[in-house]
């Protein structure tokens, strides 16, 4: 029997506007190192995961077969957090800078059909099927806890810790952490389902309930940091775009419209993997050279320090290791071009070890501390360190931010300008005011020279730490904040009047350096 078509948009015209959104911002995902990927990629991105989370629930309403129906969904999230999993805690198949795909939205689907399952027995009536099935999933991660406050042993045991860690990246994925876009998209999956036959209310919860968490919760959370300005909701913290997948949502004509149904299932980890493998040559071809280096790690956490090393020397770096902080010379100084430095450590700490070595060295300092307040990461970035990595850190992000400071530490000069009343000597990487040579450190240097050398424009810190340090996704605003503050500092000390002049705060945007003396 022939079905009329109906006006609006069926699913396979969700699903095509989906994919081409998702294909959008998984190459801006995969090639922002670039620095080429407009972020408006991303930003009408924001649209894809939930209209996937839609027809995820209308498939799941409308299956014959919903055993295969999760089944089908459940081998690829397997396959998938399998191969993450290797490359999370083996190291395998990374791009050159550490960086792998973190691409979980299947893991969601796995959990959420197993609540929307729960969901339709308690609409039958079968209340105890029902309540298990609903509650299993949001109660597995406490059952993990559980199992390692009974079992502590079990994280020591390479083999047993190592099956366990499979075990909730692939098959049994916690809700807590092994998902894409968090609990307000799972929550949002609950809504969709649970309302299902109030076709209008179900968008209209949902789209409150992502807006409060995407827009309302990190507003709530980011308002009192420093130098925060409302446009960067729509800027850097554009999550929250998500909501308006509202409106194709509602277009919805309740077909399924032509077209190959199991489209998705093999061109989601398909295009993936591609643009992953895309990525990886990419990099490899346009990276500039990281020279090996000479990298001095000091911690009183032996068994870090060992652990340290072996990773960075597997990027080819020569690595001595120290466990406390006076056992830093000044000939280790000298010999080090990258220098990480725990804060809490017995006798001279992390910070007076900084104050200390920082007039014997122009290398870059990275301290590594459990300490995540922010008086202590102002101290750190105050008395002269250029970055700040929070404990426990994964390695790749480490060895990213190291490769990435030597990057810059090597970059070939061009020539001298004169901005604002400072004088670059880009050869000797140095900066002066009326003879008076201005002490930067190299990451308060690299951030004047990026600006003066786009005198006039306004950058957020978020690029200038990206420009500045060279990776993605680990701009620090606290960090871009306190450096401006030093650099402020030191060009009043050397004599420069208003210093607030000549590196301008453009609020609500960023900052620009004055183009007077262009």
Known sequence: MLTAKRAGLSGTALKTIALVLMVLDHIHYFFEFTGLVPTWFSMLARLSAPLFLFCTVEGFAHTHDRKRYFLRIWAIATAMGTVEFFMMYAGVLRRGDGFYPLNAIMQNFVILCIIWQGIDWLRQRRFVRGVLAAAAPILWPFCIVALL??????????????????????????????????????????????????????????????????????????????????????????????????????????????????????????????????????????????????????????????????????????????????????????????????????????FATCRRIRTLTEAPILFLTARTDEPSVLTGLGIGADDYLSKPFRLAELRARVNAHLRRQNRAPQHRLVRGGVCFDLAAKSAAVGGTQLPFTKSEYAICEFLALHAGQTFGKEQIYEAVFGYDGTADDTAITQHIKNIRAKLRTAGLASPETVLKTVWGVGYLWNAADA
Not at 236 to 247: D, S
């Open 149 to 350: 406050t009974l079992f502590p042993k079990i994280q020591d045991a390479p083999i047993g810790s190592a099956v366990l860690a499979w075990v909730i990246t692939a098959p049994l994925p916690l809700w807590t952490s092994i998902t894409d876009g968090g609990l307000s998209y799972l929550l949002g999956g609950i809504v969709l389902y649970a309302l299902y036959f109030h076709k209008r209310l179900r968008l209209v919860v949902w789209a409150a309930v992502t807006f409060c968490f995407e827009f309302g919760m990190v507003y709530l959370q980011l308002r009192g940091t420093p130098d925060f300005a409302f446009s960067q909701m729509f800027t850097t913290y554009y999550e929250w775009f998500g909501v308006f997948a509202v409106l194709p949502m509602a277009l919805y004509n309740g077909q399924r419209g032509s077209g190959h149904k199991l489209l998705f299932y093999w061109f989601y980890p398909a295009h993936i993997y591609l643009l992953y493998a895309a990525s990886c040559l990419v990099y490899t071809l346009t990276q500039r050279g990281v020279l090996m280096a000479n990298i001095l790690a000091v911690d009183d956490d032996r068994d870090l320090c060992t652990l340290l090393k072996t990773a960075l020397e597997r990027d080819g770096h020569t690595v001595e290791t120290r466990c406390a902080g006076a056992d830093v010379t000044a000939a280790l100084c000298r010999w080090a071009d990258c220098i990480l430095l725990d804060i809490m450590m017995p006798g001279e700490d992390g």
